[in-house]
């Protein structure tokens, strides 16, 4: 950690949470949050802008695409998920609604816009990937032959976090991957059956084989694990 990334740190905390108790526990670090190395040795590194790490009390600054003039709202943006929640709710938009009337108190109209669009950008689009779970069978549909790495990637980066830790907090990932392949095998069977006997546009026959080989050549066995018959969540 830089004396000027946490002197930065320090004269936010003070300038926009004066009430955040908690802060001189908390560190800022400059650099992505975390990396992993998949099966095949291939490393991978999380991409966010900023990432609010709340059981080490640290917040970590990863510039990217944003640059650095851009560092200051990433920083409140963290800061803001360390005195609320993880998510981008009501309450979030919230507080940092407030962090941007602050610092238009403060004449920093710049910094106040940034946090606003921010805001903005938060309430009008809703996000909410919600479980991984859920998001795998329409990823195995529209990608037939990605292997369960390869989708573990995706997720990673689309929920901010390394695979490892996607995998702790979601640990029946590959089963559900696995069950979603099935499904969609046995859907695509059922469908290339129909075409042959009744008959069809030539190249819906070639689509739906085209997506059925993709999906039975992807091999993802792993030695001494039986696939889950649990429901999903």
Same mark, same amino acid.
């Given at each position: 950690?830089?004396?000027?990334?946490?002197?930065?740190?320090? /004269?936010?905390? !003070?300038?926009?949470?004066?009430?955040?108790? +908690? #802060?001189?526990?908390?560190? =800022?670090?400059?650099?992505?949050?975390?990396?992993?190395? +998949?099966?095949?040795?291939?490393?991978? &590194?999380? &991409?966010?802008?900023?990432?609010?790490a709340r059981t080490t009390k640290t917040i970590f600054l990863n510039y990217g695409q944003h640059g650095r003039q851009h560092g200051r709202a990433i920083i409140i943006h963290e800061i803001v998920h360390a005195v609320t929640s993880g998510a981008h709710g009501k309450q979030f938009c919230a *507080?940092?609604?407030?962090? /941007?009337?602050?610092?238009?108190?403060?004449?920093?109209?710049?910094? #106040?816009?940034?946090?606003?669009?921010?805001?903005?950008?938060? @309430? #009008? &689009?809703?996000?909410?990937?919600?479980?991984?779970?859920? !998001?795998?069978?329409? =990823?195995?549909?529209?990608?037939?032959?990605?292997?369960? %790495?390869?989708? $573990?990637?995706?997720? /990673?980066? %689309?929920?901010? @976090?390394? /695979?490892?830790?996607?995998?702790?907090?979601?640990? *029946?990932?590959?089963?559900?991957?696995?069950?979603? *392949?099935?499904?969609? =095998?046995?859907? $695509?069977?059922?469908? !290339?059956?129909?075409?042959? =006997?009744?008959?069809?546009? +030539?190249?819906?026959?070639?689509?739906? %084989?085209?997506? $059925?080989?993709? $999906?039975?050549?992807?091999?993802?066995?792993?030695?001494?694990?039986? @696939?889950?018959?649990?429901?999903?969540?």
């Amino acid at each position: 950690m830089s004396a000027s990334l946490d002197a930065t740190f320090r /004269a936010l905390c !003070r300038d926009f949470f004066p009430r955040w108790r +908690d #802060s001189g526990a908390w560190t =800022i670090v400059e650099g992505p949050h975390g990396q992993w190395v +998949d099966t095949q040795g291939n490393t991978y &590194t999380t &991409t966010e802008s900023g990432y609010c790490a709340r059981t080490t009390k640290t917040i970590f600054l990863n510039y990217g695409q944003h640059g650095r003039q851009h560092g200051r709202a990433i920083i409140i943006h963290e800061i803001v998920h360390a005195v609320t929640s993880g998510a981008h709710g009501k309450q979030f938009c919230a *507080r940092l609604r407030q962090a /941007a009337q602050r610092a238009s108190d403060l004449g920093d109209l710049t910094l #106040s816009a940034q946090l606003r669009e921010e805001a903005d950008a938060y @309430e #009008s &689009t809703a996000i909410n990937l919600g479980s991984p779970y859920r !998001r795998i069978p329409k =990823i195995v549909c529209e990608n037939p032959g990605a292997t369960f %790495e390869q989708i $573990l990637t995706y997720l /990673a980066n %689309e929920y901010g @976090e390394t /695979a490892p830790a996607l995998v702790a907090r979601y640990p *029946r990932l590959r089963t559900v991957y696995q069950r979603a *392949r099935r499904q969609a =095998i046995t859907t $695509l069977r059922y469908q !290339r059956k129909r075409l042959r =006997i009744h008959g069809g546009v +030539d190249n819906m026959l070639t689509y739906v %084989e085209e997506r $059925l080989r993709l $999906l039975e050549a992807v091999r993802d066995d792993v030695p001494g694990q039986q @696939e889950s018959r649990t429901e999903e969540d």
